[in-house]
């Protein structure tokens, strides 16, 4: 065969270079797409609407957000001006509530940390979660006697409890009174699960005697060396929120732990450029009613929808009926099965391993 009896390629070249361009504008246009976390970090209040959470905890949002107080009598909030202390009303109602137990088990008071954004969504910076009022840092450095100025909120450094060689808790600095504002934090029936560093499981799991179910609770994960995570189930009301998996019913102190010992977990990231999830979040990434969610109107003032206690603030009496349609942020409370709970247990669907170093 002769290159002139060779088929003519033109037609096969043409309609590769369309693809190529087609495959371009299609990139141009993704990444024309504004970041989701852009549009939820420039809500300054939260959505007017009944309070849901919608989708999973690192992929959505939530309406009906209520502000915990800057300070109150056994908490401050840090870092004020990232402007994340807002939370589902039954995480803020908890949060108080751990304030005032654990003052009354001896701890002086939380300094708290990130809760999350007025609408949730994905933040500019830090956690992949927290994005659907249902979660919450409290640190491990107790409130001091002076209250703290708000320049003091913004830059005091919280105590770093474990030795970031060894991966074991600093012994110089852990007390009793810690181990009890953990086991208090895990009492709650809200409380699914609580995040801290290995180190610190493995102090609990060295030292805790007696009851010891608590401890299935704390579940050790990479960093929460100076706090720990706190999250609450998926609440009635909001059937568009996905739960999470079960932890299994021992106490977490066997194989699965001592992995965290080994160097599998501490290699470095091989990629440690690659973006995180949160920056190439668009609108599509995340559950259709967070466009609703963004679209909702603001609450009319932060003091109105500050926390009160007792499940009150300001703007619950005379919130509004929502606007949009029901399958977008409209209460779903009337067709939520009156059995389903929350705080019910979990069916057992086995032990999770901990997995690899996650890429955001």
Known sequence: MTLRSLPDRKPFLTAALALVALAALAAAAISAEPRAKDLFSAKKLPAVAPAQSFGFYSKGCFTGGVALPMEGPAWEVMRPSRNRRWGHPALIALIEKLARDAQADGWPGLLIGDVSQPRGGPMMTGHASHQIGLDADVWLTPMPRRPLTMAQRETMS???????????????????????????????????????????????????????????????????????????????????????????????????????????????????????????????????????????????????????????????????????????????????????????????????????????
């Open 158 to 360: 919280a105590t770093l409890m474990v030795d970031e060689k060894t991966h074991l808790v600093k012994d110089a600095l852990w007390t009793p009174a810690h181990t009890r504002l953990l086991k208090r934090a895990a009492s709650y029936p809200e409380v699914e699960r609580i995040l801290v560093n290995p180190g610190i499981k493995k102090k609990l799991c060295d030292t805790v005697t007696g009851d010891r179910s608590w401890l299935r609770k704390i579940r050790p994960f990479w960093g929460h060396d100076y706090h720990f995570h706190m999250r609450i189930g998926c609440q009635p009301g909001s059937p568009g929120c996905k739960a999470q998996e079960a932890t299994p019913d021992d106490d977490g102190c066997g194989k699965p732990l001592a992995w965290w010992f080994t160097e599998e977990p501490w290699r470095p990231n091989k990629n440690p450029d690659a973006p995180k999830a949160r920056d190439l979040m668009t609108m599509a990434n995340l559950p259709r009613e967070c466009q609703a969610v963004l679209a909702a109107p603001d609450a009319p003032s932060l003091e109105a929808v500050t926390y009160q206690g007792g499940g009150a603030t300001a703007v619950a009496a005379a919130r509004p009926e929502p606007t949009e349609p029901a399958e977008t942020i409209s209460s779903s409370a009337a067709a939520f099965p009156a059995q389903a709970s929350a705080f019910a247990p979990t069916p057992s669907i086995g032990i999770p391993l901990p997995r690899p170093r996650p890429g955001n």
